[in-house]
């Protein structure tokens, strides 16, 4: 169903597949062991999360406020890379989900960099 009430930011597709990929990160970490709950499975959904969060954090202010939470959206994705990988090595996702993983990371990043990029040139 969709909402009567629309924001602009959700428009961005750089937007709307960070949001997928906070589904995707929540659904895989539910077979993490229960150990993990408090510890890999909150830090990876915590920043898989952040990153369509700071995008829609930044998006209403400035330009400059826009980028640097672009920048925070870029760390974010860099944290779920590592976080992927410390899943692969302890052995709760195996190497092609891992590898889909940082697929979807680097698209995002690239995104995330092509419209900082954008936005600093029209700051200058």
């Known amino acids: ?3 009567n009430y629309h924001f602009k930011f959700e428009d961005l597709l750089v937007y709307q ?3 997928d990929f906070g589904e995707i990160i929540d659904t895989l970490v539910k077979d993490f062991p229960k150990h993990e709950l408090y510890a890999l499975s909150s830090q990876f959904r915590r920043a898989s999360d952040s990153i369509a969060l700071n995008i829609a954090e930044g998006y209403p202010g400035s ?3 826009f980028v640097k ?3 925070h959206a870029i ?3 860099n944290e779920c890379v590592s976080c992927s990988t410390k899943a692969r ?3 709760y996702i195996d190497f092609y989900t891992d590898e889909e993983n940082r697929m979807l990371v680097s698209e995002l990043t690239k995104m995330m960099s092509s419209l900082r990029k954008k936005i600093k040139e029209r700051i200058r």
């Open 69 to 71: 939470h672009l920048n």
């Open 63 to 65: 330009d400059a406020q």
């Open 75 to 77: 760390y974010s994705a």
């Open 89 to 91: 090595r302890r052995g």
């Open 1 to 3: 169903m969709k909402s």
């Open 17 to 19: 597949k960070a949001m």
